[in-house]
Each structure stands twice: as structure tokens, then as C-alpha cells.
């Protein structure tokens, strides 16, 4: 156990932490993290499904009840896109071309930033000063802004930011009784922009869709941040002697997630964002996912009140457990083993055909206690020898997910009982040309969802269009007609 001084207690205790929670993060850099006990990858007939033969039904039951259900869209959005544009800040620091930078510059006049960017450029400007201009503080500083403030896709009257298509797709399948709720999540410094920028659209999109926007925001919360430790494991310290906390990946956003008041909730990261005429899928396939999720959540409710009132056929109740949420028990099942399988937040995980996009897998997992349940698995969950199980997959996960958050009762459920704080990971990082290691709590849609029930229905790569580097925006994915 480390001794800890007065100094290093008190800022401890800045950030919500306890000396307790700091030596057990300690522990676990000592002891690291157990890789999944993957029992096999989803597929059809095995851990996913395909609803195209009953598209109409359930993008009919979703229209026909989603005015009964308070929807939210939410939107990971925190932290500046600065990997982005890594190959652009290299050739400014080295002067050597490199094929992203001369693509760029081959193209620019494509990029929906163009308009702007040709605004502020010098006369006669260099190449250079193009990508100067474009990425650092004296022009338009894109490489230290969030994508969502990004001009994503440019189209004859207008350019549009990632916030935008946001915006308009959520008008779109996020409606209901004439409201769109939609949260963001942002980094503190970068809450003004994302203020000043919907203040901006929000009116003109509410005059265009009929319709009245609620957004909200949030910063990740600072309790969720996990200390770096050297490489021996003890505490890391800044120059000043301070210890060094760092944000612990996009599972903290679950903490967020916990206080968004709705029913369901509609997940996806702020640059998978399409143009106009690629939204069509997007848009039933949300649908889709939304109807499923409806009619999951109704059979889910009638079984555990039948389990309350003692009316419940255990075996028409364990069949579905097996054949529809895809749970193997390790025992023969009980009404208590029941019910605390049903009583959990719903998920419906969108799934498309692995083309090798760098990120995580449906699989079949069995946990500690032997059950084998659906899970999203992350590359950092997979022990080295076995990663090629990830990229054998048939199916991607593109975080693209519908969920249920309230139980029967109409009370939300606390999503932070449902994390496994097991399948945090660890990383190698450095500050200062110093080397340090870092803890990730459990991803937001893999370990911080691990106790939720979860079914994986396939949908096309057409719903999946993200904007990882910079020339993603000039592909047919990102390029308006």
C-alpha cells in the first residue's frame, strides 16, 4: 500500500476519489485485468440475428409506439481530433511530404472546410500555409477542435459540420410527440463551442423539421479519472510532484449515460455521420433496432411480472433466455436465476460485416460464473496469442445501439451495478518523454455493458461511415451529391 502525503490526499479527494479506490486502482496495475473467455464469435444462428424479412414490423411498431417513450440520442463527443490530422502536424514538423499531406493538397477544394479555410489564407499561399492555415492556431485550429465542429460534408448551398448531421438525423428517427432530445458529451474547453455552434443551428433546423430540440451536455466526470503509475507500478508524478490523473477512456461516459432521464436511448460516436443521400439506411436500420428494441423490452416485462406474481412458465421463460438473448446458463434455471437475468438494461447492437475497421467484435463470452452471454469485445480484452479471433470475426461492431434503461417498474435502472469491473485494460503511454501506464475502465458498450442483455442484429455497411483521418471526408461515404 502507498503512503500517501497530505498534498497527494487532498487532491485525490479534488477529483471525487477515495485513498481506497486509488490503492485499488494501484492493485489492479499490479495484478492487470483478465482477457474474456470468449466461447465462440456471433453469427447467424449463433449469437446475432438478421431482421430484413421483418423490417416493416418493427419499423412499424417502432413509429406506431415511440411517442409513448421519452428517446435520447447520445452522442460521445469529447476530445479534439487531433490524430486526425497526425499526418499533417508530421509534415509540418519534419517539411518531408507524405501521401495523406499531398493527397490533401491534391484535393482541398473537396473538403467541405474549403469555403473557410480559402477565407483566412494568405496571398499566394504556399502549400505549406495551406495545412498551417488549416490545423495550428493561426487559421482555423482544426487540429486542436472537437469533430463534432469540424465542416464534415459540403453541399451546393451550405457546408455542414458533424454536430449538424447530428442534428438532422435525429430529427429523423429520434422523434417523439414533436421533440428531439440529443446529448452531447464534451470536454470543458470545448462546451462554448459546441454552446455558440448549436445556438446557431438549432433554429433553422427546428423551423426545417417541425419540430422543438432539447440538448443537453456534459463533461466527463472528473471521479471517473484513473491515476498513471510508472513503469514499476508506483504512482506517477508531474514536475511539480503532483500525481498525475488522466481521463480513463470512453467507458467513464457510462457515469454520464446513468444520468441522461429517458426510456430509450439511441448510441452513436459524433464523426459516424453520413450526407443527405446516404442517410436512407441509416435511418430504417435505427428504426429497425428502435421496433426490436420496443418488442424485446414488452415480452422482457410481461415474463418478469409473471415472475412476480408467481403465474410464470419457467420453461417458455428459460427457451427465451436461451433462443432469444442468446444465455447459456451453467445450471438449471430457477425463478431467481430468472429474474435477475431479465431485470437488467436492454441493448440492441447494430453488427456489419467485418472489413477489417480497426475496433471490436461480437462474441459469446462466458464470465466468472460460467454463464455465456452476448458481448462486444474490445482488442485490449483478447490475450495476444488469441487476436486473431478478432479479425476472424464475421461481424464488426460499429456502435451503433438502441437501449432500455427503465425496468418493469418504470424506475431507472443504476447502469453502474451493471459494469464488469473486471474488463478494464491497460496501455503504455508517455508525457513529457517520460513512460507511463495508463488504466481504461471498462469500454462504454463492451465491459461497462457487460451485464446487460444483448442482441446483435446485422445492418449494413452503409450505416457505418465514420471520419477517422482526414481524406475519410473525401471518400463517396462523406462526399455530398
Avoid at 490526499?9 to 481506497?20: A, F, K, P, V, Y
Avoid at 492487470?32 to 464469435?41: D, E, R
Avoid at 441509416?282 to 421496433?291: E, H, P, Q, R
Amino acid at each position: 500500500m502507498t503512503n500517501f502525503s497530505t498534498s497527494d490526499i487532498q487532491q485525490i479527494e479534488s477529483h471525487g476519489l477515495t485513498i481506497d479506490t486509488i490503492n485499488k486502482q494501484l492493485t489492479d496495475f499490479q495484478n492487470g485485468f483478465p482477457y474474456s473467455n470468449i466461447v465462440s464469435a456471433c453469427i447467424i444462428g449463433n449469437g446475432a440475428f438478421n431482421y430484413d424479412d421483418q423490417m416493416d414490423k418493427y419499423i412499424d411498431i417502432y413509429n406506431h409506439d415511440c411517442n409513448k417513450y421519452r428517446i435520447v440520442k447520445f452522442v460521445p463527443a469529447s476530445g479534439a481530433a487531433t490524430r486526425m490530422f497526425k499526418d499533417l502536424f508530421e509534415y509540418l514538423s519534419t517539411g518531408q511530404m507524405n501521401k495523406t499531406t499531398q493527397t490533401v493538397l491534391d484535393n482541398i477544394e473537396q473538403f467541405a472546410f474549403w469555403d473557410d479555410l480559402k477565407k483566412i489564407l494568405p496571398d499566394a499561399a504556399t502549400d505549406t500555409d495551406k495545412i498551417k492555415y488549416l490545423v495550428t492556431e493561426i487559421g482555423l485550429d482544426y487540429g486542436n477542435k472537437p469533430k463534432g465542429l469540424l465542416q464534415f460534408h459540403k453541399y451546393q448551398n451550405e457546408s455542414r459540420t458533424a454536430i449538424a448531421e447530428h442534428l438532422i438525423e435525429g430529427a429523423l428517427y429520434a422523434r417523439a410527440n414533436d421533440t428531439v432530445r440529443i446529448h452531447f458529451t464534451v470536454s470543458p474547453e470545448h462546451m462554448n463551442g459546441f454552446q455558440e455552434l448549436l445556438d446557431n443551428l438549432v433554429p433553422t433546423y427546428e423551423t426545417k423539421f417541425g419540430i422543438k430540440y432539447e440538448i443537453s451536455m456534459s463533461t466527463q466526470k472528473k471521479h471517473t479519472d484513473t491515476i498513471a503509475v510508472n513503469m514499476d507500478n508506483t504512482p506517477f508524478r508531474n514536475e511539480d510532484g503532483t500525481l498525475l490523473f488522466r481521463p480513463a477512456g470512453h467507458g467513464a461516459l457510462i457515469a454520464n449515460l446513468n444520468d441522461i432521464d429517458a426510456d430509450i436511448v439511441f448510441i452513436k460516436n459524433i464523426d459516424n455521420v453520413c450526407p443527405d443521400h446516404m442517410r436512407a439506411d441509416t435511418v430504417t436500420y435505427k428504426k429497425l433496432i428502435g421496433g426490436i428494441l420496443i418488442d424485446i423490452k414488452n415480452k422482457i416485462f410481461k415474463y418478469l411480472h409473471a415472475l412476480d406474481s408467481g403465474t410464470a412458465d419457467i420453461n417458455e421463460i428459460s427457451k427465451f433466455v436461451q433462443d432469444t438473448l442468446n444465455i447459456t446458463l451453467h445450471s438449471t434455471p430457477t425463478t431467481d436465476t430468472l429474474y435477475a437475468i431479465l431485470n437488467r438494461p436492454i441493448r440492441i447492437c447494430g453488427i456489419i460485416k467485418n472489413t477489417g475497421a480497426p475496433g471490436g467484435g461480437p462474441f459469446l463470452v462466458r464470465d466468472a460464473s460460467g454463464l455465456i452471454s452476448p458481448q462486444i469485445v474490445e482488442p485490449g480484452q483478447i490475450a495476444p496469442e488469441k487476436i486473431s479471433i478478432l479479425h476472424d470475426g464475421e461481424y464488426f461492431s460499429p456502435t451503433d445501439i438502441a437501449c432500455y434503461i427503465r425496468d418493469y417498474r418504470g424506475c431507472k435502472f443504476n447502469l453502474i451495478e451493471h459494469v464488469d469491473e473486471t474488463a478494464g485494460f491497460i496501455s503504455t503511454k508517455s508525457k513529457n518523454g517520460r513512460d507511463l501506464r495508463a488504466m481504461e475502465r471498462p469500454g462504454l458498450w463492451n465491459g461497462a455493458m457487460a451485464k446487460w442483455n444483448t442482441i446483435f442484429v446485422t445492418t449494413p455497411g452503409t450505416t457505418f461511415t465514420p471520419a477517422k483521418t482526414i481524406i475519410d471526408l473525401i471518400t463517396p461515404d462523406h462526399l455530398a451529391k
